[in-house]
């Protein structure tokens, strides 16, 4: 859960509007489960960036379970670099 300021939240609501097509079209496509959901709902997506390190990089798999391999980008952050 994202925490905001209470200001922050309600210009976000402003800007927000509910989209029923769009529900019933994500609705259809997490009935045919999530392996490579990202492209299925964003066709547009090209890459995604992320930066893990150490016990995050288990995370590397689930992933690459969302995404097509081919569009993740993943930057490596060593804590000794720092």
């Known amino acids: 859960m ?7 939240h309600s210009e976000l609501n402003k800007l927000l509007k509910p989209d029923k ?4 079209e994500l ?4 009935k045919k489960g999530f392996d490579g959901i990202a492209k299925r709902i964003w066709p547009n ?3 995604v960036h992320g930066v893990v390190s150490g016990k995050v990089m288990f995370y590397n798999r689930t992933q690459l379970f969302y995404v097509e391999k081919e569009m993740l980008i993943m930057i490596m952050i060593n804590k000794e670099w720092w």
């Not at 097509?21 to 019933?24: G, L, V």
């Not at 609705?27 to 997490?30: A, I, K, S």
Request: net charge positive; charged share 30%.
């Open 27 to 30: 609705r259809r496509e997490f």
């Open 45 to 47: 997506l090209t890459h």
């Open 2 to 8: 994202v925490r905001l300021f209470n200001f922050l």
């Open 21 to 24: 097509q769009r529900a019933n």
